[in-house]
Nanobody, 124 residues
Framework: QVQLVESGGGLVQAGSSLRLSCVAS????????LGWFRQASGKEREFVAT????????NVADSVEGRFTISRDNHNNRLFLQMNNLQPEDTADYYC?????????????????WGQGTRVTVSS
């Protein structure tokens, strides 16, 4: 069964760090590109970061550039999002997603599989 499960969210103060993880089923992870998206209350889902299968294709949204880092561990089928210097505007539900193909994408419609999300709340 295809499955993506996120973890690592929580309530933190502004300036803090969190590391999100996403575990994927093996056949979903292998050869797939992955991404992180987020959705704040009352807003549309938006792109955060993406990484290709070989980890050479990385793209990060301007809003988190320099603060968030995406990485993947292909041996253990895990995707990570290291989030530093969190700000209240980063408050959202964070979702990992997988798509076919070796190259990542910032387009939501390109992704075929989604996790259930993990909530990040940043207080000022």
């Amino acid at each position: 069964q295809v499955q993506l499960v996120e973890s690592g969210g929580g309530l933190v103060q502004a300036g803090s760090s969190l590391r999100l993880s996403c575990v994927a089923s093996g056949r979903l992870f292998s050869g797939r590109s992955l991404g992180w998206f987020r959705q704040a209350s009352g807003k549309e889902r938006e792109f955060v970061a993406t990484i290709g299968w070989a980890a050479g294709s990385i793209n990060v949204a301007d809003s988190v550039e320099g603060r968030f880092t995406i990485s993947r561990d292909n041996h253990n089928n895990r995707l990570f999002l290291q989030m530093n210097n969190l700000q209240p505007e980063d408050t959202a539900d964070y979702y990992c997603a997988a798509k076919k193909g070796y190259y990542g994408s910032a387009r939501i419609d390109d992704y075929d599989w989604w996790g259930q999300g993990t909530r990040v709340t940043v207080s000022s």
